[in-house]
């Protein structure tokens, strides 16, 4: 990729170029943050006038990490006002509220109210009725807000992670490989998966957050079955970090080959283990043994023993072959359109 002069060949500054305007166009705007912000004043209003306990709303995922678009659905979380109630509120038989909110959103005139209760953690779904955005509620779930909080620092640490998740959500959304209801992989896995390519980068682009010698940070988190557990959600704060030295000068045309490469053919997915929580991969042997007969596994950063990756053998071949099929596209100079072209989801 490197020609003779030492610069980048010529269709991949235009690659690089292409990706910063796509964020541009796709990313969320000023309007379509308003219409959010005012929907989360809503949904906490009618919390506080219908809802008996002191429950207070906040929103997580790619919305509140900064990442949205304007089509992006909104990822709500509800949690105690007082941080002594969160045992409580998350104790087991506490899901039934889920269903009192069903009928208090009907009652808002909210469309298609419905309770997800098959999911590792039960949540409500619910369109508004005033502006069409899809919107998620979960119970208590301090994991999404943390693992939002540390995909923003990541986010801060370098300028190009925010272009390339665009980017990378684009590409998997019009591929069909990112319906995690239909056997492939979430957003969520797909940003882990980013994170700890740029970890164990030769020249890394990022560090790792999660020093194990800090000091815990205890929370609790529903479980499955509504059983509640303490997990660890610390992690260094991006501004007190020095910058990797060598510093990576990698374009972002590069840094998306690169992934898509690393992804399609060179990661050991029978050894290996995604990992951002212990700097980037580990070998399956470090990892959790009941992860042994999974396709591919993406720990969770906070939650131990959560693979997040549920995709299995066949679609991890799908995946394979789309994201070498694009770095074959990319090299041969079709553009960023060419890896955009829509597909019904597999
Ligand atoms: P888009 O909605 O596609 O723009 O992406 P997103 O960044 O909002 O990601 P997604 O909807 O997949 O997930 C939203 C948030 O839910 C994530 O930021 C996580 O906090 C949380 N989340 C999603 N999937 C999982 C999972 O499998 N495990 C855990 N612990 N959290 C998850
Ligand atoms: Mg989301």
């Known amino acids: 990729t490197t020609g003779a002069n030492g610069g980048t060949s010529p269709h991949i500054q235009q690659l690089t170029e292409d990706m910063i ?72 038989g506490r899901y039934q509220d889920l269903f009192i909110l069903k009928t208090l959103f009907l009652r808002y005139s909210m469309k298609d109210v419905e309770v997800i209760s098959g999911a590792r953690v039960p949540i409500l779904k619910f369109t508004d009725h005033k502006t069409g955005i899809k919107v998620d509620i979960n119970y208590g779930q301090y994991a999404g807000l943390y693992n939002t909080r540390l995909i923003e620092s990541y986010v801060r640490i370098d300028d190009r992670m925010r272009n390339f998740l665009y980017v990378l959500k684009a590409f998997v959304k019009s591929r069909g490989i990112n319906s995690p209801a239909l056997g492939s992989l979430s957003s969520y896995c797909y940003t882990l998966m980013a994170i700890s390519y740029f970890q164990t980068l030769l020249v890394p682009v990022l560090p790792c957050l999660q020093d194990p010698h800090l000091i815990p940070h205890n929370v609790p988190n529903p479980g499955p079955y509504g059983r509640s557990t303490l997990i660890n959600v610390a992690f260094t704060d991006p501004s007190r970090i020095r910058p990797c030295i060598p510093q990576n000068s990698m374009t972002l045309g590069e840094l998306l080959i690169g992934f898509l490469e690393y992804y399609g053919s060179k990661f050991d997915y029978t050894k290996s283990c995604v990992s951002i929580r212990r700097g980037g991969v580990i070998s399956r042997d470090r990892g959790s043994r009941l992860w042994t007969r999974h396709a591919f596994v993406v720990e969770d950063p906070f939650i131990p023993d959560l693979n997040v990756a549920g995709a299995r053998q066949n679609m991890m071949n799908i995946v394979r072959h789309e994201f070498q099929a694009a770095v074959r596209a990319l090299r041969d100079g079709r553009g960023l359109n060419a890896i955009l072209t829509p597909k019904q989801p597999y």
């Not at 906490?44 to 207070?56: C, D, M, S, V, Y």
């Not at 992006?72 to 998350?90: C, K």
């Open 21 to 92: 305007d796509l964020t541009e166009t796709i990313s969320i705007k000023a309007e379509g943050r308003l219409l959010r912000e005012n929907l989360v004043t809503r949904v906490q209003g009618i919390l506080n006038t219908e809802w008996p306990k002191e429950a207070k709303i906040e929103s997580f995922g790619s919305y509140a990490s900064g990442l949205g678009t304007d089509d992006s659905d909104l990822d709500l979380v509800i949690l105690p006002a007082l941080p002594e109630q969160s045992q409580e509120l998350v104790a087991p």
